[in-house]
């Protein structure tokens, strides 16, 4: 299997195409086929717009040989997540009720970043809604691990995550409310950056002024994450909630001296479950990680009642983005994004008073502690991914849990901190399988986590148990059968989906 250009790095492959090294027609063709062999296997993707995107590399090819001004991701094919809207491109959010849905507009991001020069080549997998950290729906399916296709990517930016370890496309984008964009890059080996609120304009939250809910970057190295948030950053009116941020900031790198480092650890902040093996392996990874740094110290803080705030926090947006499509056919809706909305039809303003004064709470305990360290770390996952055919965690260590999305804890208390975060790849864990490291910077602090992230990556790059792993790929040359078995019809495929634009999208 050639890797020579879909294993280049977003960042060298621009770098290449700027240098006239590499052609953006060549690029994009070699994801093609990459997609067409490997995807059977893992159903990363979704729908997909080649044809289109063929058109667009060859202008940006002339582009390059006529020597015209490049935008920072010019040539570079991108995978958006089927959560993100796009413009000519089927838009399904995973859910039968927008088995039809072609955009006429782009989001806010993804015009961003057809402006800075990446070519729209697919649309990535989701759970129904985004509601859950395993990816499958009745409309494209599951998606497998690259590292097993029979267990799970995480989710809700499966899809991207899964995409990203087998090389199908150089750069991803992805969402995060409980963990979405951490919980999928840890089990499939990659790196997934949840920014602060506000720091990538996000005009698809029907509760502007809630923090919970952010979209962001994801990539296989952090200088890939840089360059696709550089791309992506600054005010938009849509967002009540944006930050004036320099773009050309986030993609110079600050160096950092790990040696001079205070980290604080934790394995579970002191209230999450997390399975015994898994603990043990993220002890071992501390032990090793604590050689680089001044400081490694056990983390203590008080969070409170963190599980009853984020399901309050949580279901207000579900109540505020389903009520109509609820209130008509209750059936319409998958049973996670059901469950979610229901629990928010049961509470009350006291309720919600109650945990966005807890929120409050946390999130200033948080900000005290980067008085005393300069970065906290845990676990992203607490599990080695399982079977997706097991639709979510019902227990750990076999305790039973209270309900789906509550094996995700151990990303949720930061999602409500709002502390940037993200999850480093960091060798392979117990079974086998990826391991993550949830690195948490201080408030706003998002270019300062990204450096320090950085500076980890570059130098763990030759100890194998620490750097990102990588997937067999030659045992992902057979498509995967069971991975279409949930699909319903009429059903849909990755490389017959280039709908018709003048479909009208479904109001719900």
């Not at 959010?93 to 993804?110: A, C």
């Not at 803080?301 to 599980?307: A, F, L």
């Not at 067999?472 to 078995?485: G, N, R, V």
Request: charged share 20%; proline share 7%.
């Amino acid at each position: 299997m050639d890797n020579s250009l879909v294993s280049l790095s977003a960042d060298a492959a621009r770098r290449l195409i700027g240098s006239r090294q590499v052609s953006p027609v060549e690029l994009l063709e070699a994801c093609i086929a990459r997609i067409e062999a490997l995807n059977p296997a893992v159903n990363a993707v979704a729908a997909t717009c080649f044809g289109r995107a063929r058109i667009e590399a060859k202008r940006a090819e002339e582009a390059v040989l006529r020597g015209e001004p490049l935008g920072l991701l010019h040539g570079l094919p991108l995978g958006v997540k089927d959560l993100e809207e796009t413009a000519g491109l089927l838009t399904t959010y995973g859910s039968p009720l927008f088995r039809s849905n072609v955009p006429q507009r782009d989001s806010v991001m993804v015009a961003r970043l057809r402006a800075a020069g990446a070519i729209v080549a697919a649309k990535t997998n989701v759970p129904e809604m985004g509601a859950g950290a395993n990816t499958r729906n009745v409309v494209w399916g599951a998606t497998g691990n690259p590292f097993n296709p029979m267990m799970n990517a995480g989710g809700s930016s499966g899809g991207s995550a899964a995409a990203l370890a087998t090389d199908m496309l150089p750069l991803c984008t992805g969402s995060d409310m409980g963990g979405s964009l951490r919980i999928p890059a840890a089990l499939c080996g990659v790196v997934g950056f949840r920014p602060s609120p506000g720091l990538v304009p996000n005009d698809s939250k029907p509760l502007g002024w809630t923090p919970i809910s952010v979209i962001g970057p994801m990539g296989r190295e952090i200088a890939d994450i840089r360059l696709l948030l550089a791309a992506s950053v600054g005010l938009d009116a849509s967002d009540p909630l944006g930050e004036d941020a320099d773009p050309s900031a986030f993609a110079q790198r600050a160096q950092v001296d790990l040696c001079t480092l205070r980290v604080a650890y934790t394995e579970d902040f002191g209230v999450c479950e997390v399975d015994d093996a898994l603990g043990s392996t993220f002890r071992a990874k501390i032990a090793k990680l604590s050689r680089y740094v001044k400081v490694c110290e056990p983390l203590e803080i008080d969070v409170g009642e963190i599980d009853r705030c984020f399901d309050v926090i949580r279901a207000q947006n579900f109540v505020a983005s389903f009520q109509d499509a609820y209130q008509r056919d209750p059936a319409s809706l998958g049973p996670n994004t059901r469950s979610n909305y229901e629990m928010g039809q049961s509470m009350s303003l006291a309720d919600v008073v109650w945990a966005h004064a807890e929120q409050t709470r946390l999130f200033r305990s948080f900000q005290e502690k980067f008085q005393d360290y300069d970065l906290i770390v845990s676990p992203t996952s607490p599990i080695s991914p399982f079977p997706w055919s097991q639709t979510y965690l019902a227990e750990i260590n076999g305790r039973p849990l209270a309900n789906y999305y509550r094996w995700l804890a151990l990303t949720y208390v930061i999602t409500l901190a709002t502390n940037p975060a993200l999850s480093l790849p960091c060798g392979l864990d117990h079974a086998g399988m990826p391991f993550g490291l949830q690195l948490v910077g201080p408030f706003r602090g998002d270019r300062r986590l990204l450096d320090i992230a950085q500076a980890f990556e570059t130098a763990w790059r030759h100890d194998e148990a620490l750097r990102r792993p990588r997937p067999d790929l030659t045992k992902l040359l057979q498509p995967i059968a069971a991975l279409k078995s949930i699909v319903t019809d009429p059903p849909l495929t990755a490389m017959t989906a280039e709908a018709d634009a003048s479909v009208v999208r479904p109001a719900v």
